[in-house]
């Protein structure tokens, strides 16, 4: 998103018309939809959490109405300016409009010019009130949390713990949260919240430099507020995200979101490697398969000489089950660690979920394995603030990960790998 464009929610029930108009805007520049709502109740919640300079309202909705919706948003979200869309020749409806709070109005049907002059007049005209109305203000600056999720076998449930993580994250008022989908070459985070994405990290990545406007402009908005960076449309564009890129946009994130929720491909490899050196959490995922708790130690033994401390790693046992032969116990023995959370085997539970695009903590939140992840949230989230500053990892400047990764191999088994 460019500095100077104008924040949009589209609060509208009829898809074609929520269409219509988001066509209309991206004919013109300096307009980002950053949200869409299909009724009042969701419009005032993604006006709450994403902060839009500008809420496209209409009237007659579903849940909550649109002169209710603008109402709400005028008391609790009042750095947003609502401008309702009206049927012409109401002016009684319109009367109430203002009376709610609306800044402006549109009659229906909208278009081209008049309708981006309109936004554009309301925007600056509220700008100008705020700037005569309150005091300077430095734009908030975050230090972000960055937490990875990671294991060395294949199929344990990265994706499904990384994407009901970051829901859960963000159900706490007043908390931003993105997901990146670092499993390039095949991440199904977009599926899994029931989206097909129109801009990836492909499109970051074929950038001159990574920036704060290219990466929003790649993030879409889940209906549950949460902010998601998905992984390229198809295998090949993979090859096109480096270790850099990774760097630059995990830190440009962690500067305007509270947690960076990461899910990562399977196996150590440069981008993982890059992401995990960032993050100040890595979710260690195993499940009770002796392969799978095998791979987890050389992981775990890696990380160590890494120099990754114990609390950056936390170690999740997923898929628990009473049929397995292997309990926690045995993965704690095994890996020399305490197992942090574990969460519960929930086949259709699971894949009801996967199959709606519906996050299990979103529709079943009582749930065992919701309640897992609600723990694992907990022991993911710092307990002050001066935890990060202290937690920094050991030094890594100058060498790149899979340089380190070389090393510790080296001092590891005896041997060093070329490249
Ligand atoms: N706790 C659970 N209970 C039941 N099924 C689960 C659970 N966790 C994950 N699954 C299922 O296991 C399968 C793999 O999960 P997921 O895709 O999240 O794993 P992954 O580690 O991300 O896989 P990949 O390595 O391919 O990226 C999916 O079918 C998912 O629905
Ligand atoms: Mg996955």
Redesign the pocket.
Known sequence: MRESSIKIIIADDNDETRKHLRELLSTHEGFTVIGEAANGLEAVTLAKKLKPDIVLMDIDMPVMGGLEATRAISVEAPMSSVIVLLVEGDPECLREAMAAGARNYLVKPVFGDEFADTIRKTYQLEAERRARIMPMVAPERKEGRIITVF?A???????????NLAVELSKKPNRNVVMVDL?LQ???AAI?LDTVPLRTIADIAREEEVDPEIVEACLFTHSTGIRVLPSPLRPEQAEIVTGKHVEAILSILAESFDFVVV?L??GLGDISLTAMDAADVVCL?TSLELHAIKNANICLELMDALGYDDDKVKLVV???SRESSLDISDVEKTLKRQVKIS?????K???D??NKGVPFVVSNPHAK?SLAIKDLAKAVTPQNKVEKAEAGSPSRESLSPSRRVAGVFAGMFGFFIHG
Do not use: C, H, W
């Not at 294949?154 to 994407?163: D, E, R």
């Not at 969460?343 to 086949?347: A, H, V």
């Open positions: 294991s076998k294949g199929g344990v449930g990265k994706t499904t713990v990384a994407t499993d095949f991440g199904d899994m899910d491909p399977q995922i997923n898929r628990l969460i519960p085997y929930e086949g539970l699971v894949v979920s996967v394995i």
